[in-house]
């Protein structure tokens, strides 16, 4: 791929440039979690959207702020509870009584970075108010579509289903995530500098915007044209029929799956400095993207989420890397 400008403004290496300022923006913030912050830039340049999932207060609000926060966006939060409505969600129609009309009054879902914080907490029918946003980038009230503004992507936050007043996510909201992401507890060393980075203040609000959404949006064209050999998608594909095959599994990974896989893994490429994929970036980004799409045969929630993790990885193991 040739250094083009595109839109006038980005190259590729410019955009290369930019996307390693963005990952190093992000995490100067949420200290030790480079790997998360490179993954949530894997679904941001794959124009998709990421799940962040673990116990309260290691971060992973933080880190939806951070990478928002890093590009000059439209950020809209929005905190999910048992008594949230779709509506407060995308909007609803309100009647004007000097026009005689009703107008639209659109929702918090209208923005770049939708930050869905503890997105179980809210009951299925709320939940759903998200997936055609997520999958279609627009929103219909009463008969009317509306389009949302791009770069558009859902950063969603959820606790452990076992905790108290949460909701397990039905299947077709998780299929809609790009990557479902464990952020875990900081190693003791960056543990003891957030310690001491968080005692005048909050460094998030410091953080400033590396690039525009024109850029972004620019940005993610280049990452569509990543080169993903023959070989390496007919891999996908061997693994992606082995989950649909699988004994130990009620149902494997569907064709959006797959499709945003192979998304993901142009994406990664992308991130370092290439206009070609290598195996590494499939079989890498293979338990993120495909174990929250799989659905193991047992009845108990309990565990489910790690034993999925476990069929994919000997899925992984199973079938010849190219």
């Known amino acids: ?168 996510l039905p299947e077709s909201q998780l299929d809609r995530f790009l990557l479902r992401i464990s952020m875990g507890y900081p190693a003791r060393e960056y543990e003891r500098e957030i310690l001491s980075s968080h005692r005048s203040g909050e460094p998030v609000e410091e953080l400033r915007p590396v690039c525009s959404t024109d850029e972004m949006v620019a940005i993610q064209r280049l990452v569509r044209s990543v080169k993903v050999d023959d070989s390496i998608a007919d891999y996908m594909l061997d693994i992606v029929h082995q989950t649909r095959e699988s004994d130990e599994l009620a149902f494997g990974v569907s064709t959006r799956g797959t499709l945003l896989w192979y998304r993901a893994v142009q994406a990664s490429a992308f991130i370092d400095r290439r206009d070609y994929a290598i195996p590494d970036d499939a079989k890498n980004l293979a338990v993120s ?9 047992g009845f108990m929630q309990a565990g489910q989420r790690q034993e999925a993790e476990e069929i994919v990885r000997r899925i992984l193991t199973q079938v010849a890397v190219p």
Not at 51 to 76: H, W, Y
Not at 289 to 297: E, F, G, L, N, P
């Open 1 to 168: 791929m040739n250094s083009t400008t595109l839109a006038g403004t980005v190259t590729q290496s410019s955009a290369y440039a930019t996307v390693e300022t963005l990952l190093d923006n992000v995490s100067q913030v949420v200290l030790g979690k480079r790997d998360v912050a490179r993954l949530c830039l894997v679904a941001l340049l794959a124009g998709e959207h990421v799940l962040l999932e673990d116990v309260p207060g290691v971060g992973k609000t933080l880190m939806g702020k951070a990478l928002s926060k890093s590009i000059d966006a439209q950020f809209r939060r929005i905190q999910f509870t048992p008594d949230l409505l779709p509506s407060d969600i995308v909007g609803s129609s309100v009647f004007n009584s000097t026009s005689g009309q009703f107008v639209f009054n659109p929702g918090p879902v209208f923005g770049n970075f939708i930050l869905a914080d503890e997105i179980n907490r809210a009951p299925p029918r709320t939940q759903s108010a998200m997936l055609e946003a997520m999958s279609d980038r627009q929103v219909s009230v009463d008969g009317t579509t509306h389009p949302l503004i791009a770069p558009f992507m859902v950063i969603a936050t959820q606790n452990p289903f076992e905790f108290e007043g949460t909701y397990v």
């Open 289 to 297: 993207v495909i174990a929250h799409r799989v659905q193991t045969k």
